[in-house]
């Protein structure tokens, strides 16, 4: 019942920043908490950001923390992810999940997700 659509993505240089959004459907997209993932060719989904439905509440990855910043905007159904200082080790396809209820680090945990939005990052 809820639909996700990544945008933003794109190439950059080291050191250089963009910010993803993601697009919900859904009259109750604030009781979702909302996640980023990412994937790089020939490894496994991994673990980016994490937010509350009411936005109290952010977990980042180790390898993120400091440089990424996840916020939301309930009126608009929106997630955001802002990565600045942003390395070629960032480079992957950027995802965006919905959890009912949950606020979690594990993949299985989310009920949507999105189609996904390419980062590059050039060294």
């Known amino acids: 019942q809820v639909q996700l659509v990544e945008s933003g993505g794109g190439l950059v240089q080291a050191g250089g920043s963009l910010r993803l959004s993601c697009a919900a459907s859904?009259?109750?997209?604030?009781?979702?908490?909302m996640g980023w993932f990412r994937q790089a060719p020939g490894k496994e989904r991994e673990f980016v950001a994490v937010?509350?439905?009411?936005?109290?509440?952010?977990n980042y990855a180790d390898s993120v923390k400091g440089r990424f910043t996840i916020s939301r905007d309930n009126v608009r159904n929106t997630v955001y992810l802002q990565m600045n200082s942003l390395k070629p080790e960032d480079t992957a396809v950027y995802y965006c999940?919905?959890?009912?209820?949950?606020?979690?680090?594990?993949?299985?945990?989310?009920?949507?997700w999105g189609q996904g939005t390419q980062v590059t990052v050039s060294s």
């Open positions: 999940a919905a959890g009912n209820g949950v606020v979690a680090v594990i993949s299985n945990k989310y009920d949507y």
């Open positions: 859904g009259r109750t997209f604030s009781n979702y908490a």
């Open positions: 937010i509350s439905g009411g936005g109290g509440s952010k």
